[in-house]
């Protein structure tokens, strides 16, 4: 078995098995010196052994990179999400329920790009060639110059791929690839694993900005192995209810802008169109004011959003309560009840309790805390709230109240939508509130006994 080289000549890093006093390549004299190798062991599968590779170039942190240029698609709602427009050589991955409008939002934003002058190619794994077709047919697509394909074969696509140098390419979706260097069938991890390397680094090294489309679970993160999140630049996932127009897309991770940033579209008859005012939109059936019913003013990604949680409280005919959430954190709302009991004296002992963001919005802000409490204690109490007034803020174990970030962007979210009122927590920084009267609590004891009187 041949030795690995354990000297290296320090004028032209030549590497050879034994030290003499002149470099065979470059001809100086009494440059070879004796290095340690890089790895214990002789070189394998799992040592590097005393083989050593090229030196890399290293730059400080006071070097001026540019910015890596980027292209809009003229969808405002998409553009915002990516953080600014697509990034060229980047990786993306989209997530969502099945039938969530992933393939549509892609196929719209695919015929954008086109338009926009990006050379676009569309490869689908699930559905043939016609079937995309008649989509694009439903959608007024057919005039934009997409390119479509039909293949699962993941070295056809990359020399198609090669061949024909795209700027934007789709892949729906990476469950669908298979390699044929990895004997497990589509889908299993590891040809999702290899799939995914294998489309970033094609992405990389050819300046190609390429979408994954991935499937969901039931928990609802995407199938596979969590590694390929952490192998693309940005992870985009597709939310929203079946039984609700509104369809949400948020940015969980983005190296080129803003994580949590969202972009808010609704489903018609002609494909997805994106909401100018989601606040308006989630608030545009509520009715009078109603027990249970609290308007929340939060912050989703850099923009203020205004939606309604409802709560609804009744006996329970079981040994155990029911408690059932939609939109929020269950564990979360657990959390609130304990304090509402504990902190407050409001007992929820022996009742059922349902909560519903309106809408099919998710909201993890813990800035809700405060309208949730609302929220339930008003259904509990069966007393309305004022229909003009938002509530925002988080409830500490202890039963104090935190002040939320950005108050007054969420104000003047409010104040555009006609609110004149504001339940808050007593603030120690102060700005323009937009002509919006505030009523800071200090304490959730103090909150429950001003809004809702004696317990």
Not at 12 to 24: E, H, Q
Not at 140 to 156: F, I, Q, Y
Not at 208 to 237: F, S
Not at 259 to 265: M, P, Q, R, S
């Amino acid at each position: 078995m041949a030795k690995d080289p354990t000297f290296i000549c320090s004028k032209c890093n030549a590497a050879t098995t034994k030290w003499s006093g002149r470099c065979d390549t470059c001809g100086e004299w009494n440059t070879i010196e004796e290095v340690k190798p890089l790895s214990s062991g002789p070189k394998s599968k799992k040592a590097m052994g005393g083989v050593r590779g090229k030196a890399i170039p290293l730059t400080d942190l006071a070097t001026e990179e540019q910015e890596p240029p980027r292209t809009l698609s003229g969808v405002d709602e998409l553009d915002r999400t990516l953080g600014g427009g697509l990034v060229k050589a980047s990786a993306l991955l989209v997530g969502g329920d099945p039938g969530i409008g992933k393939s549509t939002l892609l196929l719209q934003a695919a015929a954008r790009f086109a338009r926009n002058g990006l050379k676009v190619i569309y490869i689908s794994g699930e559905e043939s060639a016609s079937q995309v077709q008649m989509r694009a047919r439903r959608l007024g697509l057919t005039e934009s110059p997409v390119k479509l394909a039909s293949e699962t074969n993941l070295r056809d696509i990359l020399t198609t791929l090669e061949a024909e140098q795209p700027d934007f390419v789709i892949i729906d979706s990476i469950q669908t690839m298979w390699l044929d260097t990895v004997e497990a069938a589509p889908g299993s991890v590891s040809q999702v694993r290899s799939a995914a390397h294998e489309l970033t680094t094609f992405a990389k090294s050819r300046g190609i900005a390429i979408v994954m489309v991935g499937h969901v679970t039931k928990e609802g993160a995407i199938a596979g192995p969590r590694v390929v999140e952490h192998m693309v630049d940005t992870v985009l996932y597709f939310e929203g209810e079946r039984g609700h127009q509104f369809r949400i897309l948020r940015a969980v991770k983005n190296r080129f802008g803003p994580a949590d940033e969202i972009g808010v579209f609704e489903m018609t008859g002609k494909g997805l169109a994106e909401v100018k005012n989601p606040s308006a939109l989630f608030l545009s059936e509520r009715g009078d004011p109603a027990p249970g019913s609290v308007v929340f003013a939060g912050i989703e990604g850099s923009r203020p959003m205004l939606c309604e949680f409802q709560a609804l409280v009744s006996p329970s005919p079981h040994s155990q309560p029911r408690r059932t959430v939609v939109g929020w954190d269950g564990s979360r709302l657990a959390m609130i009840l304990a304090v509402l009991e504990s902190r407050a004296g409001v007992p929820f002992t022996g009742l059922d309790v349902y909560l519903n963001v309106a809408g099919g919005l998710r909201v993890s802000e813990p800035a809700a805390d405060l309208a949730v409490a609302a929220a339930l204690i008003s259904a509990r109490e069966d007393a309305a709230l004022p229909k003009e007034s938002v509530i925002f803020g988080e409830i500490s174990l202890s039963g104090g109240l935190r002040p939320a970030p950005q108050t007054e962007n969420r104000l003047k979210e409010a104040s555009k939508l006609g609110f004149t009122s504001a339940i808050t927590p007593v603030r120690t920084k102060r700005g323009g509130d937009g002509g919006v009267t505030l009523r800071e609590m200090p304490g959730l004891l103090a909150f429950v006994e001003q809004v809702f009187g004696a317990r």
